[in-house]
C-alpha cells in the first residue's frame, strides 16, 4: 500500500527531485520514460490463432456439420466424410483468418484517440500525450478531463472527482492539498489524491504524479479501463435466432424427407446419407464468417472517414437511426471562439483576427484610443481572471490548442489583443477561490487577492450577471443600474442574439485587502456590471451539405446547446435545421409539459435551447417513447448517461472529455457533423451488404431443398449425391458469399427509402427467394427427368451443372434489388468477378478430373450439353429482371405526381 497521502508535499518534490513550481525537465523526463516505462496499464492480450481456430466450431451450425462429417464416416461413406471435414477445415482457417484481421482492426484503431495531459515541464505548460506522464511530473488537471496518473494534490480550485472506475462508488468527492497522518487509508479516503482512470467533475487543480501505469491504484488491482470489450451485437443476435430457426426447420423437412424416402423405397443407409447431406444445403454455414469479414471491413472504413466505432454494434445502429440530437459547439460550429466586439458602457469594440491566434486588433466604433477608455481594461481584467483556459502553440502541430473551456480560451486570446495578456494580470493577481460553472447557475466566478484590493470576477449568460447586478461600471465610477438600464443593454444582447452571437456578461465586487474572504455562493450578489462580450463561432460549411443529406435520408437533425433561444435559432436557421413550421424549445419550456405534452412538441421541435446535459436524458427518452431511434452527441462529463441511454451514443474526438468518450459507441475524430452522415451511409450499406449475402445463401439452399423434395414426390431417384451437394454448398457458395459481402457501396443509399425495425429477411426478400430458387430448381429438374432413366450418373451431373450455374447466376442477381443487372458495371466488384474465375475452373475440374469424377459421381459433359445447362439456368436472371421492370413500373406509377428528382419532406407529424 503506497503511503503518498501521509507524506508532505516538500518530502515528495525532494524525493522525485522534482519542484511544484517549474516541472521536471525536458531531458529528465525522457530519461524517466526509459525507467518507468510508457503510462498505461498492460493491455490483454489479444485471442491467439489457435483458439481463434478452435473457437470456430462452437457454432451450432458448425456442430451439425461434424456430427454429419462423423455420421457419413460410420456409415462407410468415406468419401464424402472426408469432404465434409475437409471444408470444415477451410471454413474454419478462412474464419480464423478474417476474425484475427478484425481483431488487428480493433486493437489498430485505438491508436486514433490519443489522450492528452496538460504539465508543467522547464517551468512552462505543454501539453503531452498521457502515455509520455512520468513520476515527478505536474499535471493540471481541469473539468471533464480523465486523469492520468496517480498524484497527490498540490492545489485545488473546487476539485471534485468521480472515484466510481476505482472504488465502485458513485458521488462527488472532494479534493484538498492537506497531509494525512494515518497511513493505512484506502484510496475512497484519500482525499488529498488523485487517481489513474478516475474522472474530473468540477474545479480545477495542480497535482504531483507520484505513480504511473502498472503501479497506479488501479493498475495494482488489475482493473480494466477498456470500455470497448467485445460484446453481443443485435444484428449477431439476430441472426443467431435466425439460425435457430434454420436448426428447427432443417430437423423437420430432414425428417419429412427421411421418411417420404423410405416409403418411396429408398434404402435405409442411402436415405440417412441424403437426409445429412441436405442439412449440410440448408444450413448457411458461411454466413457467421461473412458477417465477421463485413463488419470488421465497415468498422476500419468508418474509422478513414473519421468515425471510430468502439462498439460493434453501432453499425447496425447507424443506419436505422431516425433522430440525430446534436450539439451545435464543435458539431455544427468548428468551436473556434472568437471574441468579434467588446461593449462597454463607454463605447462598442471591435476586434479582429481569427480562431486562436493572438494576433489581430482591437478598434474603437467611435474611433477613440481603447488604451483611454478604463471600464475596458476593467473589463479585461475581470475576464481574464475568470478564465482558465490555457492557449499553447504545438510547433509539431503547426497550430494553436486549446486546453480548457474555448469560450475562456477566445477570453485569454482577447487579453493579448487588448494588450494585457493572462501572464502579465497573473503578476499582480493571486488566486484565491473558484466557484466552477454549473450548468444550472449559469456563471463561474473565481476570487483573487492583488496589489490593492480583493476581486470577485463573474462570467456567464448574461441575463443571469444582468439579474446579479446592482451598478453599472462606466469609465472609472460606478453608476446605478436600474430597470431602464438593464432592459436597455437586454435589448442590445437580444439584438446580438438574433444575428447567431454568443453574449457572455461580466461583473464583479471589490474588498479591501485586510478581509479574509472564502469564497461562497452567497457573495454572489449586488455586483457592478463591467459588460459584455460578443463571440462568433462560425458555421463548418460542410455541415449545412451534411444536414440536406441527413433529412434527405429521412433523419431528423435537432440541435441542442445551452445558448438563448434566438441566438440557437439563428444558427439552426443558417445550418439548415430550423425552417418554416419547425418550433425552438427551452429546458422552461419544457419544465412546464408534462411527459405526453413534450412528446408531442417533439414532433415540430428542431432546437432546444437553454439546455442543460440533465434534459437530454429527457429528450432521449421522448423520442424513445414516440418509437424513434435517435442518436446523440455529447462530449461532457455530464453528457455520459445521455450517451449510454441514447441508441447511439456519439461522442467528440477533439472537445470531448474522456469520460464522455468512454461513454460513447462512436468517436468523431474531426468533431464534424460530416462525418455523422458518412458513418451513417457506412452503416446502411453494411446491412445491404449482410442483407445480400443471407439472399444468396436462402435462394441457393431452397432452390436444393424445392429440388430433392420434387424428386421424392415425383418418384424419381435423389437427383444429387451427397457428394455433390457437399460440393456445390460448401466450396462454390463459399467464393460466392465473400464477394457479396464486398459489394461496392451504393452511392445513393441516403436517398433510398429507409424503414426502421425490418427483419434481416424482409417480403421483397422472401419473394425473390422464392423465385430464384423456384427457377433453379425447374431447370435442374427438367434435365435430371430427360437422363435419369437411361443415364443416372450423367443426370446427376447434369443436374449439378445447372444448379451450379443458377448459383452464378444468382450471385449476380443477388447484386442489387432495383437495378437491372445489364446496368451495371459487371467489373465494379472486382472480388465477384475473381469469385466466378475460381468457381468456373473448379466446375470444370468437377467435371473432367479423373480423380474428383470418383468422389463427386460425375461423368464428362460435351460442350452443347454445358450449353443446355446454362439455358435451363438462365431463367434465374430472366426472371428477376422482370421483376425489376415490374417493381420499377409500379413505383413509377406511384410516384407519377411526383416530380423527377425531387425528394419529398419528412412527413413531420410522425416526427
Known amino acids: ?38 503510462n498505461k496499464l498492460p493491455e490483454e492480450r489479444g485471442e491467439s490463432l489457435v483458439s481463434l481456430f478452435f473457437r470456430q466450431f462452437m457454432s451450432p451450425l458448425i456442430a451439425v456439420l461434424a456430427f454429419a462429417s462423423l455420421a457419413l464416416f460410420f456409415l462407410g461413406e468415406l468419401m464424402d466424410a472426408g469432404i465434409i471435414a475437409f471444408v470444415l477445415l477451410f471454413n474454419a482457417s478462412l474464419g480464423t483468418i478474417h476474425e484475427g484481421r478484425a481483431q488487428n482492426t480493433l486493437r489498430a484503431l485505438k491508436k486514433f484517440i490519443e489522450t492528452k495531459a496538460t504539465v508543467i515541464r522547464n517551468g512552462q505548460e505543454m501539453i503531452i500525450s498521457d502515455t509520455d506522464v512520468v513520476p515527478g511530473d505536474i499535471l493540471l488537471l481541469k473539468e471533464g478531463e480523465k486523469i492520468p496518473a496517480d498524484a497527490r494534490v498540490i492545489e485545488s480550485i473546487g476539485l471534485r472527482t468521480d472515484e466510481s472506475a476505482l472504488t465502485g462508488e458513485f458521488g462527488a468527492i472532494d479534493k484538498e492539498r492537506k497531509t494525512l497522518k494515518n497511513k493505512t487509508l ?70 419429412i424427407f427421411f421418411l417420404f424416402g423410405i416409403a418411396s423405397g429408398n434404402s435405409l443407409r442411402s436415405m440417412f446419407a441424403m437426409v445429412v447431406s441436405l442439412s449440410v444445403s440448408i444450413i448457411p454455414e458461411g454466413l457467421p464468417i461473412v458477417l465477421t469479414l463485413v463488419l470488421a471491413h465497415g468498422v476500419w472504413r468508418m474509422a478513414q472517414r473519421n468515425a471510430l466505432v468502439k462498439k460493434l454494434q453501432a453499425v447496425e445502429a447507424l443506419g436505422h437511426i431516425q433522430v440525430i440530437a446534436v450539439d451545435k459547439t464543435g458539431t455544427i460550429t468548428k468551436n473556434e471562439m472568437v471574441v468579434r466586439m467588446i461593449r462597454t458602457e463607454s463605447a462598442l469594440f471591435s476586434l479582429t483576427g481569427d480562431g486562436y491566434s493572438p494576433e489581430g486588433t482591437i478598434t474603437a466604433t467611435d474611433g477613440s484610443d481603447p488604451a483611454k477608455h478604463k471600464d475596458l481594461l476593467k473589463l479585461n481584467t475581470v475576464a481574464t481572471l475568470t478564465s482558465n483556459a490555457h492557449v499553447v502553440y504545438s510547433e509539431n502541430l503547426n497550430a494553436w490548442q486549446v486546453s480548457g473551456d474555448p469560450t475562456e480560451a477566445a477570453m485569454s486570446v482577447a487579453a493579448k489583443k487588448i494588450g494585457h495578456p493572462k501572464d502579465v494580470l497573473h503578476r499582480t493577481y493571486r488566486d484565491i477561490g473558484e466557484l466552477p460553472f454549473h450548468y444550472q447557475k449559469k456563471y463561474h466566478a473565481t476570487l483573487h487577492t492583488g496589489a490593492d484590493a480583493q476581486i470577485l470576477t463573474v462570467a456567464g449568460a448574461p441575463e443571469v450577471i444582468l439579474s446579479l447586478s446592482s451598478s453599472l461600471l462606466s469609465d472609472d465610477a460606478h453608476k446605478p443600474f436600474g430597470k431602464k438600464e438593464k432592459e436597455s443593454i437586454e435589448k442590445e444582447i437580444t439584438d446580438y442574439s438574433t444575428k447567431g452571437i454568443r453574449v457572455i456578461g461580466f461583473a464583479y465586487t471589490e474588498y479591501p485587502l485586510h478581509h479574509a474572504l472564502t469564497l461562497e455562493e452567497s457573495m454572489i450578489k449586488n455586483l457592478t456590471f463591467a459588460g459584455f462580450y460578443c463571440l462568433e463561432d462560425s458555421i463548418r460549411p460542410e455541415a449545412c451539405t451534411s444536414i440536406q443529406k441527413a433529412q434527405s435520408a429521412g433523419i431528423r437533425v435537432v440541435m441542442i446547446t445551452g445558448d438563448h433561444a434566438l441566438t440557437a435559432q439563428a444558427i439552426a436557421e443558417k445550418a439548415g435545421i430550423f425552417r418554416t413550421g419547425d418550433t425552438v424549445l427551452t429546458g422552461q419550456g419544457m419544465d412546464a409539459m408534462n411527459d405526453s405534452e413534450f412528446q408531442n412538441a417533439l414532433a415540430t421541435t428542431t432546437v432546444f435551447a437553454r439546455v442543460t446535459p440533465q434534459y437530454k436524458m429527457r429528450i432521449i427518452k421522448g423520442y424513445k417513447a414516440r418509437g424513434e431511434l435517435i442518436a446523440m452527441t455529447g462530449d461532457g462529463v455530464n453528457d455520459a448517461p445521455a450517451l449510454v441511454a441514447a441508441d447511439l451514443g456519439i461522442a467528440m474526438g477533439k472537445i470531448g472529455t474522456e469520460v464522455a468518450k468512454e461513454a460513447s459507441d462512436i468517436i468523431l475524430l474531426d468533431d464534424n457533423f460530416a462525418s455523422i452522415i458518412a458513418a451513417v451511409e457506412e452503416g446502411r450499406n453494411i446491412y445491404k451488404k449482410i442483407k445480400r449475402v443471407i439472399l444468396y445463401l436462402f435462394a441457393t439452399n431452397l432452390g436444393e431443398v424445392l429440388l430433392i423434395a420434387a424428386t421424392l414426390l415425383l418418384g424419381m431417384p435423389l437427383p444429387l449425391v451427397p457428394a455433390q451437394i ?50 433453379t430448381m425447374i431447370g435442374a429438374l427438367t434435365i435430371f427427368s430427360f437422363y435419369y432413366q437411361t443415364d443416372l450418373p450423367k443426370a446427376w451431373t447434369l443436374a449439378m451443372t445447372t444448379i451450379a450455374v443458377a448459383q452464378w447466376f444468382n450471385a449476380w442477381n443477388c447484386r442489387s434489388g432495383r437495378t437491372s443487372l445489364f446496368a451495371m458495371n459487371p467489373f465494379s466488384n472486382k472480388f465477384l468477378v475473381g469469385a466466378l474465375g475460381i468457381v468456373l475452373v473448379l466446375q470444370f475440374t468437377a467435371i473432367y478430373t479423373p480423380f474428383l469424377q470418383v468422389v463427386l459421381r460425375t461423368v464428362p459433359l460435351s460442350l452443347s450439353e454445358i450449353g443446355i445447362c446454362i439455358l435451363l439456368a438462365a431463367p434465374t436472371i430472366l426472371v428477376e429482371e422482370l421483376r425489376k421492370l415490374i417493381t420499377w413500373v409500379i413505383s413509377n406509377q406511384k410516384n407519377k405526381n411526383i416530380a423527377p428528382h425531387v425528394i419529398p419532406a419528412p412527413d413531420r407529424s410522425r416526427g
Open 1 to 38: 500500500m503506497s503511503t503518498w497521502h501521509s507524506e508532505s508535499i516538500g518530502d515528495i518534490e525532494k524525493k522525485l527531485t522534482t519542484h511544484s513550481a517549474v516541472g521536471l525537465s525536458a531531458q529528465e523526463a525522457a530519461t524517466r520514460l526509459v525507467t518507468y516505462g510508457y
Open 186 to 255: 484506502p484510496p475512497a479516503d484519500r482525499v488529498n489524491m488523485v487517481f489513474k482512470g478516475t474522472a474530473v467533475l468540477s474545479g480545477s487543480a495542480s497535482a504531483l504524479v507520484v505513480e504511473t501505469g502498472a503501479h497506479t491504484e488501479i493498475g495494482a488491482i488489475g482493473i480494466s479501463l477498456s470500455t470497448a470489450a467485445a460484446t453481443d451485437i443485435p444484428l449477431k443476435k439476430e441472426i443467431a435466432s435466425l439460425s435457430r430457426f434454420i436448426l428447427y426447420t432443417a430437423a423437420g423437412i430432414c425428417g
Open 726 to 775: 457437399i460440393w456445390l454448398n460448401l466450396v462454390t457458395d463459399s467464393f460466392f458469399d465473400v464477394s457479396l459481402g464486398m459489394e461496392p457501396d451504393q452511392k445513393n443509399i441516403l436517398t433510398q427509402q429507409w424503414r426502421t425495425g425490418k427483419s434481416l429477411i424482409d417480403t421483397i426478400m422472401l419473394i425473390r427467394i422464392f423465385f430464384m430458387s423456384l427457377t
